[in-house]
């Protein structure tokens, strides 16, 4: 069983190119999803952001208001190295534990790591190769503005405080250019996905 390693920045595409390789038989184990598993009230992630943070990023109904969050870890990189510590070690324990239950399992081909910020842990001690989705960052700020109904400084903001092209390109083993239609990046996304299995 192959593992393939998929990381992007905000409004790359990375989501629909595992949408893709999921369609090919591939399993998604998705970072953000993990992180948002973790940070439901009553986990230890939670309580370890709630004692930091405050409960002013506390919504009313318990949960973790993640567009508060964003505001102050996207305004602030110290902030934002806070988070990472409290959430990576968990993800990526939890990432190696899905892996392995694929790998039991026995008939999957191959694995996908959707992970937004590629760390050592769980991400590059584990993919047998990686992919860097990219485009240009007013293709993102405008796909960013439209799915997450922000403005235009928000989403240059978010793009801002994440690494750039050029850093995702230097850590990937294949870069995978999103900036036409989806039936060209599926081309692209099929190209490469038999060039891995191989």
Known sequence: MKVLGVTGGSGSGKTVVCRILKEQGGKIIDADKIT???QE????????????????????????????????????????SVLNRIVHTRVSQEIKKRIETYWKQGDVPFV???????????FFDTADCIWAVVANDDLRIARLMKRMEISEEEAQRRIAAQMTNREYEEIADVTILNETSVEELKKLV?????????
């Open 36 to 38: 948002r598993k973790l």
């Open 41 to 80: 009230p009553g986990q230890p992630v939670y309580n370890e952001i709630k004692e930091y943070f405050g409960n002013d990023i506390i919504a009313a109904d318990g949960a973790i208001d993640r567009r508060k969050l964003g505001k102050i870890i996207f305004a602030e990189r110290e902030q934002r």
């Open 112 to 122: 996908v790591l959707d992970v937004p910020i590629p760390v050592e842990e769980g």
């Open 190 to 198: 099929l190209f490469e996905l038999k060039r891995f299995l191989a």
